[in-house]
């Protein structure tokens, strides 16, 4: 056996290389290598006189050739399962981020459409009315089937109630316009009718009661001893009344014709009847009384510059009776005041017409602009 020299460790003949620290056995002089019982032998030191000091043995040192390849020492074995639970940890940490990046891109997609959907609501209102469309191309959806069907119906409920509330407010819009051109309509009505009242009289239509009439009525004329009348109201007394009378279809050489108003009536031959006779006569009369008596309150004879008794044309008669007193006006000029005290009472109204002769038989007459109000 011998001892290398290096380590000090054990070895045969045979062997060429340390089998501990891989150093060299080759011989660098002619002398082997010592045995290893010898060397341990001379590695022992001697032993201690037993007076005095250990002295060591001056020797020359053994002088080894170097190593021809370095230290060699074992690999280390790998933490198996720590390497196993950090790769488990990084896996578990890339799943969770992928989650949270696909919900939060989905999350994302619902907010973003719920968000274009409530402009467009809002949108909707202040125009309005007038609808502004969804945009028809969504974002991309990477949520699951159920979610994007979800998605889906939020979207359709939203643009539901959308156009509901603009169509509640484009009926609103039209009900106001609607109104509104009502009102102003009305309006240029009144105005129009105002136009038939004598301006001197209209404070009277101060808190009057327009009374609901007829406007337009005809009637036909018959040769006969009645007259033709339209009733216009029943159980009034104190009034403001405009009526127009067309003239009869063609006018000859000295014709005429009457048109008149019955008012205060109790029967059929009891009233105040205030007539003209075209072109030169008025008259207020009082008809009543056992027999029917025929009393004129007031009269006049003469021309009535204020008539208009062209072909085609027409004439306006506006009648105030007010308690006791009375006036009436012919195509807004006046005419004349009235005594209506001789007949305080109530009664009906109504217009009428008369031809002087027999060829008018059978033709039509046109009452129309009737507009009554009611002073009481």
């Known amino acids: 056996m011998y ?9 045969s003949e045979e062997q060429t290389f340390c089998t501990n ?3 060299k056995m080759s011989q660098q002089s002619d002398q082997p290598f010592q045995q290893a019982s010898d060397a341990y032998t001379q590695s022992m030191p001697p032993s201690a006189p037993e007076s005095g000091y250990y002295q060591q043995p001056q020797t020359q040192p053994y ?8 230290s060699y020492a074992p690999p280390k074995k790998r933490n198996t399962l720590l390497f196993a639970i950090v790769i488990a940890v990084v896996v578990i940490l890339l799943v969770v981020v992928v ?5 939060n891109s989905k999350i994302k997609g619902q ?5 274009q959907t409530a402009t467009a609501l809002q949108a909707a209102i202040e125009n309005g009315g007038h609808v502004l469309e969804v945009p028809s191309t969504p974002e991309p959806f990477t949520g699951s089937p159920s979610d994007q069907n979800a998605d889906i119906a939020a979207q359709q409920t939203a643009s539901a109630i959308a156009q509901e509330e603009a169509d509640a407010q484009a009926a609103l819009t039209q009900e106001a316009l609607n109104a509104e051109q009502t009102a102003m309509a009305q309006a240029a009505d009144e105005e129009v009718i105002l136009e038939l009242i004598p301006e001197k009289i209209r404070y009277l239509l101060d808190g009057a009661t327009k009374v609901e009439t007829e406007t337009y009525q005809e009637e036909t004329y018959y040769t006969d001893e009645w007259l033709e009348t339209v009733l216009v109201a029943e159980n009034i007394k104190n009034f403001v009344l405009t009526a127009t009378f067309d003239n009869p279809y063609y006018i000859r050489t000295n014709d005429y014709w ?3 108003i019955l008012f205060r009536s109790k029967a059929a031959n009891d009233q105040l009847r205030l007539f003209v006779t075209v072109p030169n006569y008025w008259e207020l009369s009082y008809v009543g009384g056992e027999g029917s008596y025929w009393s004129t309150v007031k009269g006049w004879r003469s021309t009535i510059q204020a008539l208009d008794r062209s072909e085609g044309g027409s004439n306006t008669i506006t009648l105030v009776s007010d308690g006791q007193y009375g006036s009436f006006y012919i195509n807004g000029v006046f005419i004349s005041d009235l005594d209506l005290s001789s ?9 009428w017409i008369d031809y002087n002769t027999k060829t008018r038989d059978g033709e039509k007459i046109i009452f129309r602009d009737i507009h009554l109000w009611n002073l009481d």
Not at 343 to 351: C, E, I, K, M
């Open 3 to 11: 001892i290398c020299p290096q380590c000090h460790t054990e070895f």
């Open 21 to 23: 620290c891989g150093a």
């Open 63 to 70: 002088s080894y050739p170097p190593p021809a390849y370095p």
């Open 99 to 103: 989650i949270l990046l696909v919900r």
């Open 111 to 115: 907010t973003d459409s719920l968000a």
């Open 258 to 260: 009457e048109m008149g």
């Open 343 to 351: 007949r305080p009472n109530y009664g009906t109204l109504s217009l």
